[in-house]
């Protein structure tokens, strides 16, 4: 568990368990995990970066590297220039420390023990030293090993021999000292943003008709789509941008299912579309981008690989050109047990992530959206029904299943939303039907019962 500054604050710790947390501090709000999410989070805030400077990138899923050499006169020196980056993250909402020195590692090791400010050069060692293990960034365990020896700060490890070190404990140790000592260089994995695909028109006599704008439209896709293969990638998105010459200007846009280059495909997606333009006295500028691109490499046969990318790439466009007309979606698991929240629309070639165990069980191939009230008859509080009441009939029970208790999901929930036991049953007329009693009588809860699904 990570903690932000003002549950810290408040007395709770990393690694803390959830429930002494929310004994500490109730109603403290709780976010779960998204390691995926928030890379891609730390990898918008480097593009965002590239304002200050030419070379940026992340590190250790928190932190960002910015090389700010011959820049940062253009912001009034380092200082300056630390300071204005601070102050625009604030105004993102993000609380940031940052760290100036001569070498990155020594910047990295300040900012991870809670220290910022300037490092001149030469004053690496004597800003680091200090530093507890922690700003090293070591495994745990060799952190632990070190402690154990009386060594608990950067200071005291670099004052032993060298070759000692290595021996015991491995190059990782020494590495990570020279870095934050400023001895060894700390590389920068760059971010690099996607190439830019604009094209453009510029017509002297402006153009009016809709056999113009095609013809145009051809031009650019032919452009843009040489600019795609060159770049090794394909279009996900394309805008059309008419300019008139009254300075108005109308878009049309189209998108597909995976990424693709063929302009004939994206013609086709845009022929529909381009009724929408009302050219007026006439548009002189037609821009055509992309503003979302994927990697889109050739396919070579000889495995009979290229046969699958062709069929796929078929029924791709096929889906295209019927979604400019209709929703087109499939139904992929989501990583909720909670019956109404088990499934989502995806689009067509979306990746479905796999959720293990989330289909282990029986379940209904018709759920219903507003499931409805029903009268149960049950020799015990806890036991299975043996009649149903639906509407105006009654149905004997044959076989019943269960009961699946489903918890609420804490993370997502009102805390007062009640759990629910999930029984499948066969009713004597053929019927299988899935029912949840929803409380429990030894909470002191009246249960209520509620037909939820068809089974097949």
Known sequence: MAVGAEAEAAGLRAGQALADAQAILPGVLLVPEDPAGD??????????ALRFTPLAGTEGGDSLLLDITGVEHLFGGEAALRQEVLDRLSRLGLTALG???????????????????LVAEGGEAAAVSPLPLAALRLDPALVGALQGLGLRDVGSVAAQPRAGLVRRFGAGLARALDEALGRAARPISPIRPP?????????????????????????????????????GRGARRMLLRAHRVDGAVQEVAIGTGLATREARHLARLFH????????????????????????????????????????REE????????????????????????????????GAFDPVEDFPGWAAKPRPVRLLRRPPFIGAVALLPDAPPSLLRIGRASHRVLRAEGP?????????????????????????????????????????????????????
């Open 39 to 48: 890379a891609a989070a730390l990898d918008r805030l480097a593009l965002w």
């Open 315 to 346: 029924l791709a466009q096929l889906l295209d050109r019927l979604s400019q007309r209709l929703p087109v979606w499939r139904l992929a698991p989501r990583a909720s047990h909670w019956p109404e929240r088990a499934m989502q629309r995806i």
């Open 195 to 231: 190439p830019e695909m604009r094209v453009a028109r510029d017509f002297a006599d402006p153009v009016v008709t809709r056999e113009g704008i095609e013809a145009a439209l051809g031009l650019l896709l032919g452009d843009l789509c040489r600019a795609l293969r060159d770049a």
């Open 99 to 117: 760290a100036v020195a001569g070498m990155a590692g020594t910047a990295l090791a300040l900012v991870r023990a809670g220290r910022e400010g």
């Open 404 to 456: 699946e208790r489903f918890e609420p999901e804490w993370w997502r929930d009102r805390p007062d939303r009640r759990l629910r036991d999930y029984y499948r049953v066969e009713l004597a007329s053929g019927a299988r039907l899935w029912v949840c009693r929803i409380g429990l009588a030894e909470h002191g809860e009246e249960a209520r019962w509620a037909l939820h699904g068809h089974l097949p």
């Open 272 to 311: 529909g579309k381009l009724e929408r333009l009302e050219p007026g006295c006439g548009f002189d500028r037609l821009t055509l981008e992309a503003p979302a691109t994927d990697p889109l490499t050739g396919v070579q046969d000889g495995l009979g690989t290229a046969g699958r990318a062709a069929r």
